[in-house]
């Protein structure tokens, strides 16, 4: 299985002035942790790192070891078009990849092998948990609209998974039609393509403040 991980956080949420996978968690970086869940996987054979060229030498300094089983894709302005040069970037004989956060350092290995074995009988995957808080929609004078039925709100999470032609057709529209999404799986959402909902768990956070990177850091003592 193929792996993009995009990887160009700015960490202004962290208010670390640098890339936020450069954090130290538990000795490590943020990047580090998460390839060492990657390659933990027994199904992944190729994993790719998009992030900003300045960012590079630093990044890859970071993860050791694992610099050397790597690819290193020069990432866009946005997100989406860091994704699109990684897709341009798979090997020619690849069919099916998986899209994973680089800020998304907890992922169990278990679950990247499950997402790529649903991949086996669906065109798109995409990881999430169940919504457990009550959801409110608010207009845009900051009042209740709508209470959405939480039994139908799941709160995704990476990997996402598809086939690599179908992913490299959403992403041409989307620039044909001038589409900005912020994760692969809208894209299929919006050209009405089927996406599987594979069940995750709450661990698989992404480090976005410093609260997060408190919880990783007990989740990551317990697993050492």
Known sequence: MHVLIPSAGSGSRMKAGKNKLLIELEGESLIYWTLKSVFSASLVSWVGIIGQPNDKKELLNS???????????????????????????????????????????????????????????????ILATKVTDTIKIV??????????????????????????????????????????????????????????????NCSNIKITSPLDLKIAKLFIRDHL
């Open 139 to 200: 207009n845009n004078k900051g009042f209740i609209h709508e209470t959405p039925n939480r039994q139908n709100l799941w709160a995704a999470q990476t990997p996402q998974g598809f086939l690599i032609k179908s992913l490299r057709k959403a992403h041409e529209m989307a620039i044909e039609k001038n589409w900005t999404v912020t994760d692969d799986a809208s894209l299929f959402e919006m050209l009405n393509w089927p996406v599987k909902i594979i069940e995750g």
């Open 63 to 125: 993860v050791k070891d694992f610099s050397s089983k790597v690819k290193w894709i020069n990432g866009g302005d946005t997100r989406q078009e860091s994704v699109f040069n990684g897709i341009k970037s798979l090997p020619s004989n690849a069919e099916k990849v998986l899209i994973h956060d680089g800020a998304r350092c907890l992922i169990n290995p278990e679950l990247i092998n499950k997402c790529a074995l649903k991949l086996e009988e669906n065109d798109a995957v």
